[in-house]
């Protein structure tokens, strides 16, 4: 008799469900960039183009290594990426403090800076990669959006988490801030090693009902009633779902031919019962077992450019806030402001990074609440879950165009990580729903390409608008600029003129994000179609092997 799977609360279940969240929060770090950045490019001398693209590096690693790391997880489990994560995310962020201890700003240790934030955004990708894998694999289709949204916001306090150990620990020291990185992020990948693994589903309830018929055997069936249940055949554990030949030789004492030798009569064709067996069969199978698409077929598919596209707009958009949100609110308190003070300004600049992080945190929670709630109570598709997300960007892009007191950044910020992380949270999910769970992880990778595409483009934007204003300050219309100095930001590589330093950068990701609600819009009446006649193919096929089932009695009772 074969060992029965742990139960769905067991303490193996929940344990892999903690450790994919520690490991998950020590791979988010890339959000805490902001919160050095520019302390990193005072002492290094680093124009603001150049800082954005030290922070875009790390970005990449994340999102460029994501089809490798997917493969490798899909194919080979845990193992090799933990420790690889724990090798380069050591690595990475102890570099970048060996080179901000030393204060050379020369072109070598920017390329090894460049370098040392690709390894971190490396080992970040590969530690989310098995903490998604593995949490959507052990838990049922029901509760997958909440525990993967539950993974996933670990991914997003990770920021605020580390920053708040820093500061409380060691305030004002950006030195001690790298070594806590370096350390805290490095332990839990090994602590992965040893309670992250896949725990088997319960046995799966063989009934297929229309409602939840297209989502594959891991799904837990409501019973279901009215005239879903006309299409229930019930069956022992090891039998097929609408299997057209069971049950045929029922008690009776009339012989039945079998079915390749049964004609099946339609109008105007003689169909063999047994091409109608297969082709029922592969519907049924088909719509049981869901989506199974990539590769070649992913590739292909038009749904996966839509998703793209909707992804590289908006996540494009967090990107390039939060890899510039402390430069932001330096521009804003430095202006008009003639007691410049360097502490209180990080502090500004903490305050965003920890409200940005703890917000990304929430909203990756929520929208996974928000998802199965509308997949399984309003019984639409989890896509219409763009929508919510891409108004979010809208409205706090209009929040921080409108914003000319930092004091009021937080309010701008805290929309932002809302939306970004509420982005993060849902996008797998509904991955999982168009493309199927066999190759999560891979597909999951193809598509975290994306943000490479808007993030790059509106990064590399917002940097250079901010530096061409601060080139054009001059001391004579900023008396602030000796005080700002004296708190070790070189005057020509700050900014000073408050909001017009990058609004005009603003307007441009909130007509993208504009562009990205339409096509969520697009995607949700899109999905809502697909569903639909997918649940007719479902009725047809039932309809069709009740037919066939009824066949060989209806001859018998006629001899």
Known sequence: MEPQPPALLSAPRMLTLIGSVLVSLSSGTNYIYSAYAPQLGARLLLSHTQTNVIGLAGNMGVYLTGPAWGRVVDSKGPRIPLISAFACILIGYLGIRHIFDDGAGT?????????????????????????????????????????TGLVLSGFGLSA????????????????????????????????????????????????????????????????????????????????????????????????????????????????????????????????????????????????????????????????????????????????????????????????????LSACNFA????????????????????????????????????????????????????????????????????????????????NWGYLSLSPLVGGNLFSLMFGRNLDSHASNDDSETHSSLPLIRRGGLPSEHQCFDGRDCYVSSLYVTATACLIALGLSVWAGIRDQRKTAEAKREVIWAAEENINLRATPQQTCNRR
């Open 363 to 442: 909203g990756r929670i929520i929208i996974g609440l928000i998802g199965d709630l509308v997949r399984y109570r309003l019984r639409l598709p989890r896509a219409y879950c763009f929508c919510i997300v891409s108004t979010l960007f809208v409205v706090s892009q209009l929040s921080v165009i409108s914003v000319n007191d930092v004091a009021h950044l937080w309010k701008a910020t805290a929309l932002l990580g809302l939306a970004y992380g509420s982005l993060f949270g849902i996008t797998p999910t509904i991955v999982m729903d168009w493309f199927g769970l066999s190759h999560l992880s891979e």
């Open 107 to 147: 072109v070598i240790s920017l390329v090894v800076l460049i370098a040392c934030s690709f390894m971190t955004g490396l080992a970040g990708n590969a530690g989310l990669a098995v903490a998604m894998n593995t949490t959507a694999k052990s838990f049922p289709e029901t509760s997958r959006g909440t525990t």
């Open 160 to 355: 605020f988490f580390f920053a708040t150990i820093a500061s409380v620990a060691f305030p004002g020291d950006t030195s001690a801030l790298l070594l806590v990185l370096g350390l805290g992020t490095a332990i839990p990948m090994l602590l992965g090693l040893v309670i992250v693994r896949q725990i088997p589903l319960p046995r799966a309830s063989t009934t297929l009902g229309i409602e939840e018929g297209l989502h594959g055997p891991e799904e837990y069936q409501s019973i279901p009633s009215g005239d879903a249940a006309l299409f229930i055949h019930e069956n022992d554990s090891h039998t097929s779902l609408l299997d057209p030949t069971e049950n045929v030789h029922e008690a009776s004492s009339y012989h039945v031919p079998e079915p390749s030798t049964v004609l099946e009569l339609v109008p105007g064709r003689i169909v063999s019962r047994e091409s109608s067996v297969r082709r029922s069969r592969s519907r049924a199978t088909s719509a049981h077992d869901g989506p199974n698409v990539y590769g070649k077929q992913l590739w292909l598919s038009s749904d996966f450019y839509l998703v793209f596209v909707i992804m590289s707009l908006l996540s494009g958009t967090g990107i390039m806030y939060i890899n510039n949100v402390g430069s932001i609110s330096q521009a804003l308190y430095a202006k008009g402001n003639h007691n410049y003070d360097e502490v209180e300004a990080s502090r500004w600049q903490a305050a965003q990074v920890s409200t």
